[in-house]
């Protein structure tokens, strides 16, 4: 995992820096098999963040702390209820033909995850979208080889490759924010792949407005 200022304190409780860094190998590996599954990889889609899981104040606390000293906290609201940190790195990620700057910390709201550490990137297709069914009409014009997931019909088998991947549709919106931003998320194992229609940063920005 790339960074600007090496961390020579370890974290003390949950998952800590370190076995992120470990980690994101092993993350790059599924997320790119994912990609390929799905017929994603080759659609020069733009990869605005990745984003952790955690089950502690204290582990989201350590984090926030760590990745502070090579990054920057661009964002803190609270989303559905539970404050989430946009992080924009000194220097970007790269997981495959993808360099992402920002990393999404949320913190730890009633559910408990299984694994903590990292859970998905977010993917943005060019898409004015302010719905889940627009923005899944985009993505087939896109990927037409994923009707079987976005619109699934009783007759349709689950057969390979798809069989395990589970899809959910959501909007999610921060307090402050005024940007419509639907968002399909494809899940499968312990990784998960979500497209909206609008960056991060964006986002972030319409939080500014009046």
Request: glycine residues 4%; charged residues 20%; aromatic residues 6%.
């Amino acid at each position: 995992m790339a960074k600007s200022n090496e961390l020579t304190a370890p974290l003390t409780a949950g998952i800590s820096y370190e076995q992120l860094t470990q980690h994101w190998p092993v993350f790059e590996t599924q997320i790119l098999a994912l990609l390929d599954t799905l017929d994603l990889a080759d659609k020069a889609l733009f990869c605005d963040h990745v984003a952790l899981r955690v089950n502690s104040i204290t582990s989201a606390d350590a984090l926030r702390e760590a990745f502070s000293r090579v990054g920057n906290i661009i964002s803190d609201n609270i989303i559905n209820g539970r404050t989430i940190l946009i992080i924009e790195l000194d220097t970007p990620l790269t997981l495959g033909q993808f360099r992402i700057d920002c990393i999404e910390l949320p913190y730890p709201s009633d559910k408990v995850y299984p694994q903590e550490g990292w859970e998905h990137i977010e993917l943005v297709i060019e898409s004015m979208a302010e719905d889940c069914q627009t923005l899944s009409q985009d993505l087939l014009t896109l990927c037409p080889t994923l009707k079987p997931l976005l619109q699934p019909t009783p007759s349709t088998p689950e057969v390979s490759p798809y069989q395990g991947i589970k899809v959910k549709m959501s909007s999610p919106k921060g307090d402050k924010e005024r940007l419509a931003n639907p968002t399909i998320a494809f899940k499968h194992d312990n990784v998960c792949i979500k497209v909206h229609s609008h960056g991060i940063k964006a986002v972030i920005a319409s939080e500014q407005q009046t």
